[in-house]
């Protein structure tokens, strides 16, 4: 019954900025960490930012100081702040949250539909 729903994806140049929201929704006791991953076509999965509730954050190396991660506790959103972008940022970008939920004991991980980032060079 947990779902997270995630938007703010399309196309932009080089140098531009995007932003993405994630929102969870459901039967939800409590949320842990939230972060962003992303795939390109041919690579593997990897994660670009995560934040805990207590706002503190982390980043890949390829994205720190253009990336910010945040938080909305009261509204369980997690947002992402991509600027001054790049055409390797082009990727599908996954939002992840540690959730427990009302319905069964236990933190387990779930995963937003995907948003396409396309940028051009």
């Known amino acids: 019954q947990v779902q997270l729903v995630e938007s703010g994806g399309g196309l932009v140049q080089t140098g531009g900025s995007l932003g993405l929201s994630c929102s969870a929704s459901g039967s939800i006791a409590s949320i842990r960490g939230m972060g962003w991953y992303r795939q390109a076509p041919g690579k593997q999965r990897e994660l670009v930012a995560g934040i805990m509730p207590d706002g503190s954050t982390n980043y890949a190396e390829s994205v720190k100081g253009r990336f910010t991660v945040s938080r909305d506790n009261a509204k369980n959103t997690v947002y992402l702040q991509m600027n001054n972008l790049k055409p390797e940022d082009t990727a599908v970008y996954y939002c992840?949250?540690?959730?427990?939920?009302?319905?069964?004991?236990?933190?387990?991980?779930?995963w937003g539909q995907g948003t396409q980032v396309t940028v051009s060079s």
């Open positions: 992840n949250a540690a959730i427990s939920s009302l319905v069964r004991t236990g933190l387990y991980d779930y």
